[in-house]
């Protein structure tokens, strides 16, 4: 079975102090892993796939790597605006788009 | 902006009623899925169709059931609500990548 877990639960930085986000994840046979924001209420906003271990990606702020076991989502001098909850997930099957969430970690930036 | 909308944006039903809720996407993607998110939690895959035809489902009972038309609007049905159907239910559409998935804004269902 799938499974995805994000550390920390909850992480407060103050205005411009850099911090990355972990997800760890079991699957077989790896697709894709993706990284999505989530303010209250809404839904989730796609930022990165990412397809196989050493890829990077960059937007903004936000830089998503990939190894074979974990996901780091890195910020770089966040804002408040940056405050969201950040979702990671998995996507395994050949012929689905089935996606497989982590929890989440709540990011609170304070001015 | 993604081009998935829902309807409605909040519900709120009794415990033994059954609901609707509407997704519609843009023109020419013929995946739609549908996820319950619980308060706190991540979203959970409930099941996905393409070309109006089911082609994955998750842990969910048979009392959730859906359609997809050919304009390309789906609905998720869930039958006998219980207290526990009370989540955020979002539908997602495939994006401009080969594996992306682009959610809409959800429908906040409450059961009481």
């Known amino acids: 079975e799938d499974q995805v877990t994000q550390s920390p639960e909850a992480l407060r930085l103050q205005e411009g102090e850099s911090s990355s986000l972990n997800c760890s994840y079991t699957?077989?046979?790896?697709?894709?892993l993706f990284w999505y924001r989530q303010d209250p209420g809404k839904g989730p906003e796609f930022l990165f796939t990412l397809y196989s271990a050493g890829e990077e990606k960059e937007k903004e702020r936000l830089k998503a790597t990939l190894t074979k076991k974990e996901s780091f989502l890195h910020i770089t001098a966040p804002k408040p605006e940056d405050s969201a909850t950040y979702l990671c997930a998995v996507q395994a099957p050949a012929g689905s788009y089935q996606l497989t969430f982590g929890k989440g970690t709540k990011l609170s930036v304070i001015p | 902006e993604t081009g998935v909308t829902q309807s409605p944006t909040h519900l709120i039903k009794t415990r033994g009623q059954q609901v609707t809720l509407r997704c519609s996407s843009q023109?020419?993607?013929?995946?739609v899925s549908w996820y319950q998110q619980a308060l706190g939690q991540g979203p959970q895959f409930i099941f996905q169709?393409?070309?109006?035809?089911?082609?994955g489902r998750g842990n969910f009972p048979p009392r959730f059931s859906g359609l997809q038309f050919p304009n390309y609007s789906s609905e998720l049905n869930v039958n006998a609500l219980e207290l526990d159907d009370s989540a955020l239910y979002l539908c997602a559409t495939e994006g401009q990548g080969a594996l992306e998935q682009y959610f809409g804004p959800g429908t906040r269902l409450t059961v009481t």
């Open positions: 169709y393409y070309r109006e035809e089911e082609n």
């Open positions: 023109s020419g993607h013929n995946t």
């Open positions: 699957v077989s046979g790896l697709r894709g």
